[in-house]
């Protein structure tokens, strides 16, 4: 081959080579972040169930607690009523 002939081509290949190269450097920035992205969602996802188990736990421990106050209030009912006192005593005093 001539090289007066290559001569011309060789700032079009380097001239070329570089735009190839930043066309690759963006697409693959783009692809980084779609990847990134992704891997957010996914993990808000796992964050997600993990704070809906939390709130129904929460919501059961709240249910037991009303079953306890709901309680508590029948035994303070029973013994205003009267009902559920102890008998009374004979009076004796401790042991001598």
Do not use: Y
Request: proline share 4%.
């Amino acid at each position: 081959m001539n090289p007066d002939t290559l001569a011309p081509l060789i700032p079009v290949v380097m001239f070329g080579g570089f735009f190839a190269w930043l066309i690759v450097r963006a697409l693959t920035k783009a692809h980084a972040a779609a990847l990134k992205a992704r891997s957010e969602a996914a993990g808000a996802g796992a964050g997600r169930a993990e704070l809906m188990a939390a709130v129904e736990q929460l919501r059961q421990e709240v249910a037991e607690l009303a079953e306890r106050v709901d309680f508590t209030e029948r035994l303070l009912a029973k013994t205003r009523d009267g009902v559920g006192k102890l008998p009374a005593g004979e009076g004796r005093m401790g042991s001598t």
